[in-house]
T-cell receptor, first 113, second 115 residues
């Protein structure tokens, strides 16, 4: 059974800092892995999707890396801004699971101006 | 593209009421829809997976007679919380996917409060 852990659980930084959010998963037989953002009381917004054959994906100030064999993914946020404040969730998609995503507990990020 | 609309966004009702939540894919055909529940400060927990035209598959511990799911078309799935009680108060989120290994696109969630 896939288990997902995200570290840290919460993070508070001043504006402008570069950040690394960590995600680890126990079952490395994944098809892909997604990083999502969730604002309070809202649904999820997909940020990046990395296929199992890829090592990283970039979108603007966001860069996600994947090391499937060790069961780890990181989300790097460059030059953080107050608007980046949200909860960040990672979710690997395993083969033969009917498309089910397993979510970590998330990292609650607060970027202070 | 890939917009999922969830309605209503907020429901407040008395104990014993049945509540229906709709999830629509607006610009793509969703062969599979997922229903999640999220309690405060916790992550999303999958409740059930619904494939168009067939019965939903419920996760362990989720009462299928309490949480009725219908996925009658490729663009609409509904979750009905029957005879809701205060412990059913939660944030319910749906997602839709056009295929088994395709990305899931999420609705904005429904905040359900049972008095």
């Amino acid at each position: 059974k896939q288990e997902v852990t995200q570290i840290p659980a919460a993070l508070s930084v001043p504006e402008g800092e570069n950040l690394v959010l960590n995600c680890s998963f126990t079952d490395s037989a994944i098809y892909n892995l997604q990083w999502f953002r969730q604002d309070p009381g809202k649904g999820l917004t997909s940020l990046l999707l990395i296929q199992s054959s890829q090592r990283e994906q970039t979108s603007g100030r966001l860069n996600a890396s994947l090391d499937k064999s060790s069961g780890r993914s990181t989300l790097y946020i460059a030059a953080s801004q107050p608007g980046d404040s949200a909860t960040y969730l990672c979710a690997p998609l395993n083969y033969n699971q009917g498309g089910k995503l397993i979510f970590g507990q998330g990292t609650e990020l607060s970027v202070k101006p | 593209g890939a917009v999922v609309s969830q309605h209503p966004s907020r429901v407040i009702c008395k104990s014993g009421t049945s509540v229906k939540i709709e999830c629509r894919s607006l610009d793509f055909q969703a062969t599979t829809m997922f229903w999640y529940r999220q309690f405060p400060k916790q992550s999303l927990m999958l409740m059930a997976t619904s494939n168009e035209g067939s019965k939903a598959t419920y996760e362990q511990g989720v009462e299928k007679d309490k949480f009725l799911i219908n996925h009658a078309s490729l663009t609409l799935s509904t979750l009905t919380v029957t005879s809701a009680h205060p412990e059913d108060s939660s944030f319910y989120i749906c997602s839709a996917s056009s295929g088994n290994h395709q990305p899931q696109h999420f609705g904005d969630g429904t905040r359900l409060s049972i008095l």
